[in-house]
Structures are given as C-alpha cells and as structure tokens.
T-cell receptor, first 115, second 108 residues
Framework: DAGVIQSPRHEVTEMGQEVTLRCKPI?????LFWYRQTMMRGLELLIY????????DSGMPEDRFSAKMPNASFSTLKIQPSEPRDSAVYFC?????????????FGPGTRLTVL | GQNIDQPTEMTATEGAIVQINCTYQ??????LFWYQQHAGEAPTFLSY????GLEEKGRFSSFLSRSKGYSYLLLKELQMKDSASYLC?????????FGDGTTLTVKP
C-alpha cells in the first residue's frame, strides 16, 4: 500500500484566499483524522471521520475551516478565507479502528504558508 | 481535559540509554501511544500501552502505570538516527491528545 497520500505537499498563498488540502487514506481504514502542527501549539486534532461521517469536529478552530469526506478514499480540508495564523503543517492520518485503540498512520503533511 | 507533560529537550550519547517520561491527567483513559517524529516528517507509531507494565520491542521499550498517570519510553543502544521528537499521546474513547513532544539529540 502507498500509505496515506496528501496533496499538495507545500502551499503558499495570500491572506484571504481559499485553500484546499487533500487526503487519500489507506484503503480499508475506517477512520480518518486531520491534524494541525505548529511550534506553539504542537499537534492538534481538528476533526475525525468514521466511515465518511464526521464524528468530532470540536478541534476545528472556527467557521473558516471545513472538512468533507465524500467517499472512503478521499477527504478535503478547506480554509476560507485563509489568514497568516493558519500557517502550519497539516497532517492527515488514518486507522483501522478508533483513535483510542488503534495505530494511526500519518501522511507526509502539507506545509501551508499564508502571507 | 487532559494535561500531558513531557520534557522539552534531552541530549544523550550514542550507545547510551535514555528514558523519556510522560505524565498525564485525564478524566478517562484507554491507553497511551508513543510516536517518533523526525524533523520535517510525519509522526510514526512506536508503541501502545493499555495495561500496566513494560512492553519491549527491540531497542525501544515503553512502560505504563495507570494509577500514577505515568509512562516512559526507554531507548537503548542509542544511534544517531534516533535524534527526533518523541510524542506521547493519551487516548480516551474516540480521540487522542498529543503531548508537545520531547526533542532528543544524540551526540557522537
């Protein structure tokens, strides 16, 4: 298996622009997670899905952030409008079982810079 | 909530043994994960402890005491490639919370 795939790997945009991050989980994994990592706040869970359904989005910082999972092999995280404080590395991860009991496999991440 | 504490940085010598501690306070607990993250890369799974005691996996071992809210990761026969950040993650039903990580530097 190719592992979790994320695109783009790097994104530089200007404040106010819309940003869409993409993720393809490992085939057969029922859980998909979106994380954000910064030096100041560490690794934070934003939202996770089980069988394409959002289960917990309490980590989503504000209404500018939205995530979808239209099918088992694809998810997006959208920021609209983007702000400089959104600059971070965004990781997607997937697992066979719930986060509390099963290993998560992380994608390579998308490094987002908002100018 | 979950308060997770790890040392920010540690330094050790190649070939030595190092112990990275993690303490936590949580209202519910399923288990504790350790992940390794090299600079500029994604976290990768090292270990998962549910029951009290020591789990050994090659050069790496992880210990858990549920009653004390305490875990450690033990790295033996350190190699230069072990220089990385080590994240402990406390899990309760459905979600995990990560500590800020311990940056380990291995020197020759």
């Amino acid at each position: 298996d190719a592992g979790v795939i994320q695109s783009p790997r790097h994104e530089v945009t200007e404040m106010g622009q819309e940003v869409t991050l993409r993720c393809k989980p490992i085939s057969g994994h029922d859980y998909l997670f979106w994380y954000r990592q910064t030096m100041m706040r560490g690794l934070e869970l934003l939202i996770y899905f089980n069988n394409n359904v959002p289960i917990d989005d309490s980590g989503m910082p504000e209404d500018r952030f939205s995530a979808k999972m239209p099918n088992a092999s694809f998810s997006t995280l959208k920021i609209q409008p983007s702000e400089p404080r959104d600059s971070a590395v965004y990781f997607c991860a997937s697992s066979l079982g719930p986060q509390g009991t099963d290993t998560q496999y992380f994608g390579p991440g998308t490094r987002l810079t908002v100018l | 909530g979950q308060n997770i504490d790890q040392p920010t940085e540690m330094t050790a010598t190649e070939g030595a043994i190092v112990q990275i501690n993690c303490t936590y306070q949580t209202s519910g607990f399923n288990g504790l994960f350790w992940y390794q993250q090299h600079a500029g890369e994604a976290p990768t799974f090292l270990s998962y402890n549910v029951l009290d005691g020591l789990e050994e996996k090659g050069r790496f071992s992880s210990f858990l005491s549920r009653s004390k809210g305490y875990s450690y990761l033990l790295l033996k026969e350190l190699q230069m490639k072990d220089s990385a950040s080590y994240l402990c993650a406390v899990s309760k039903t459905g979600k995990s919370t990560f500590g800020d990580g311990t940056t380990l530097t291995v020197k020759p």
